[in-house]
């Protein structure tokens, strides 16, 4: 199949795609004139972006000194082609500025101030490429900052950089666009140079034949190619026919070899590659001269130029700059338009400070006769009348009106199935449009919108890839977390139950602090039972832990002693209030009261001497309805006498109850005394009080077995106490009674 296909290049038989046109190729203007160098500009603009991909990191400050071919960006990602100084100078700013895109679109840029030295830093080239090694070539491409010149900007050193198998390496030279003639005018100046760069490019990819395919419009190109590579039999001139777009990369490639490159696909996937003719030119100056692509040729035309020509021009050189060189004839009253790129492919300028960049090589500077539609503020655009010639020349074979529908519309999933990502925005469907729709703007604002898109879509699916890789980290800490505390878990229980001192150790630690959780409790709970006794009128009982025997012994006394001391409060109170009311406002009932209570206190003052004379040992009564020796203390404590002095009935009853328990304890004391020893009270401490046997609802000391020696005797030595300090308390009683009376 190659074969074939060389033979019919040898033939001169070549194959054709489909559309295409023949618009005006106003070369002429240009053609005949070799190319020029200019002057140093005052200043030099230079974006750090001028290829397909991302820009580099700035390497330099303001106010820093460079040299001619210095870096001034550093290339980290193989998508990173870096810039180098066109010439020495000072950098006097680095911010944004307008650089060459349709939308006027501004971005980062170096301020050079050139100082007019054009001072070189050291360089080191090698005139013998066989020395170097493919990885050095690669990385001196690199390094030099080459990108693609033909237009796209794809950073070379990644196109070279390939493991397929390559059938053709094809260099392209139609350079089809009208007006340019930088190409042709290289290949006729730079013929020897540029087979050296394809010759280096054929050490990299070591391609099976070499196609140098030039427009037949060309014929110095033509004949200077040839001369050049008439001593290498695998590089081959191939003549193909002037037609617009033949510069296209899928339209040569299918011109050549027949072939047609699948949508969505590259060029290298059917084993070929392309690379322009100007490229191969800074490839050998970059390898052999260690010259960085810092300038390139720039076709300056247009019939409103005094001198259209080719011009060599430094890469940021204003184009405001260029312009002077070639002397603008002057328009009156009215704006001189300017296009960067032909007159099919290029855009028009919005501001003559735009820099040139590698992709530049064009200028183009029409007058009114020439292009009336470059001067034409507003479009002419009218309905589409469906005649259908833009689809009859789309190189590319899609539907041109259908895309520029679903344009207007941003229907973006529409635009994918119709492949607009193919369209290599020749401008042929606008060029023969009757509507004067400009069909290729609307694609390019498409495109934009769409790689938008899918930027932020990409953003967000590795800001999703971002959150799920976290969330899949913290659950899996988590998991790490837990099995560690159940692996020391079951370590901290194997080792208790191992017999080691470390064990019994940690054995003890975990016993004592149950304990000191159960000893808290239990104080909780013995705070809330003193809580509900204090709560029901007992105050101030002490808590003390006491044998089984004594224990319902020790609650009585706690009860008597409890009540005890409640009822000489009242006494206390009481008395002060009798004594004080007397002599006021005390009326009858109050003395008759007051005077009962007196004589109840003397009798039971008798019967407390003489039981006090003959008692011995006495036995707890045995019924409740028998009220303890102690009892007789009511006598002298008139506190349910005296509750209120206003209150007679209260008063009646007062004394009624104190008359009954008077006679009730003289009984009590009489049977004490016939059967009762001499008992010596207990000189404890605390002297038990005698208004533990108070009251008769309390029978806890009466109550308990009468078989029971201990209690019986523990119960007398009570008694005996109560009545020895009743005695006491009733001969104090009689005291005060009789001063108050």
Not at 580 to 597: C, G, L, R, W, Y
Not at 658 to 687: M, V
Request: hydrophobic residues 40%; glycine residues 4%.
């Amino acid at each position: 199949m190659v074969e074939s296909i060389i033979e019919r290049i040898t033939r001169g038989n070549f194959w054709d795609f489909h559309g295409g046109i023949h618009p005006p190729e106003q070369k002429f203007l240009t053609t005949n004139k070799p190319i020029k160098s200019l002057s140093l500009p005052k200043q030099l603009i230079i974006p750090l972006q001028q290829h397909i991909g991302l820009e580099g990191d700035v390497l330099v400050s303001v106010g820093d000194k460079v040299l001619k071919g210095q870096p001034l960006t550093l290339s980290k990602n193989a998508m990173v082609v870096p810039i180098h100084a066109p010439t020495s100078g000072v950098i006097s700013a680095i911010k944004m500025s307008v650089i060459a895109h349709p939308s006027a679109l501004r971005q980062l840029c170096i301020f050079l101030d050139v100082d007019g030295e054009d001072t070189w830093r050291e360089r080191q080239g090698c005139t013998d490429i066989a020395q170097l090694s493919n990885h050095d070539i690669i990385a001196k491409i690199a390094n030099a900052g080459i990108a693609g010149m033909g237009g796209a900007g794809f950073p070379t050193h990644v196109k070279v950089s390939t493991d397929h198998n390559i059938n053709f390496l094809i260099i392209n030279g139609a350079e089809c666009e009208p007006y340019i003639t930088a190409d042709d005018l290289l290949m006729t100046e730079q013929s020897v140079a540029i087979v050296d760069g394809i010759n280096i490019l054929d050490k990299l990819l070591n391609p099976r034949h070499i196609l140098v395919a030039i427009e037949d419009n060309k014929p110095s190109a033509i004949k200077a190619m040839r001369q050049a590579t008439a001593n290498n039999s695998k590089i081959k001139v191939c003549v193909v026919p002037t037609k617009y777009p033949t510069g296209g990369e899928k339209q040569l490639i299918q011109i050549l070899t027949g072939k047609e490159v699948t949508a969505g696909q590259l060029p290298i996937h059917s084993g070929i590659v392309m690379q322009n003719i100007a490229t191969c030119f800074a490839i050998n100056d970059a390898i052999k001269y260690d010259i960085p692509l810092i300038s390139r040729v720039v076709t300056v035309t247009g019939q409103a130029l005094a001198q259209p020509q080719n011009v060599w021009a430094l890469l940021g050189t204003p184009i405001n700059f260029l312009l002077e060189q070639c002397q603008v004839n002057s328009i009156d009253n009215e704006k001189q338009p300017v296009i960067m790129g032909g007159p099919m492919m290029g855009f028009s300028l919005y501001s003559e400070l735009v820099p040139v960049v590698k992709t530049s090589n064009c200028i183009l500077v029409p007058s009114k006769i020439e292009m009336p539609s470059a001067f034409e503020k507003e479009s002419k655009e009218v309905e589409c009348i469906r005649c259908g010639q833009c689809s009859d020349v789309c190189p590319s074979q899609l539907l041109p009106q259908e895309l520029q529908w679903s344009a207007k519309a941003k229907d973006h999933a529409q635009l994918t199935k119709l492949n607009l990502s193919d369209c290599i925005e020749c401008g042929a469907c606008a060029y023969v449009c009757p509507s004067q729709i400009p069909l290729v703007h609307y694609y390019r604002i498409a495109k934009a919108e769409i790689r938008e898109k899918q930027l932020l879509d990409l953003k967000a699916e590795k800001a999703k890839v971002r959150f799920e890789a976290r969330k899949l980290r913290l659950e899996k800490e988590k998991i790490a977390r837990q099995e560690k505390h159940k692996k020391a878990a079951a370590a901290r229980k194997a080792a208790m139950n191992k017999a080691t001192p470390e064990a019994a150790g940690a054995k003890s630690a975990v016993a004592a602090a149950l304990a000191r959780v159960k000893a808290k409790k239990a104080s909780q709970e013995q705070d809330s039972a003193t809580d509900n006794v204090t709560n029901s009128g007992v105050t101030d009982v002490p808590l003390e832990s006491v044998s089984a025997e004594k224990s319902q012994v020790s609650a009585a006394i706690a009860r008597a002693k409890a009540k005890k001391k409640l009822k000489e409060q009242a006494a206390n109170n009481d008395s002060d209030i009798v004594g004080e009311n007397t002599s006021n406002t005390e009326d009858k009932k109050a003395k008759i009261a007051a005077a009962i209570a007196k004589a109840k206190a003397k009798k039971l003052s008798k019967g407390a001497s003489e039981a006090d004379h003959d008692t011995g040992n006495i036995t707890a009564p045995e019924t409740a309805d028998k009220v303890p020796v102690a009892a007789a203390k009511t006598a002298s404590t008139p506190a349910i006498v005296a509750t209120s002095s206003s209150d007679d009935k209260k008063t009646k009853i007062a004394a009624a109850i104190a008359k009954a328990k008077a006679k009730k304890l003289n009984k009590g004391a009489s049977e004490a005394d016939h059967d009762t020893g001499n008992i010596t009270a207990p000189e404890t401490s605390d002297k038990v009080p005698v208004a533990a046997a108070e009251t008769a609802s309390t029978p806890a000391i009466a109550t308990t077995s009468s078989t029971d020696d201990k209690k019986a005797k523990i119960a007398a030595a009570i008694a005996k106490a109560k009545a020895k300090k009743k005695r006491q308390e009733a001969s104090s009683g009689n005291n005060n009674d009789q001063n108050s009376v």
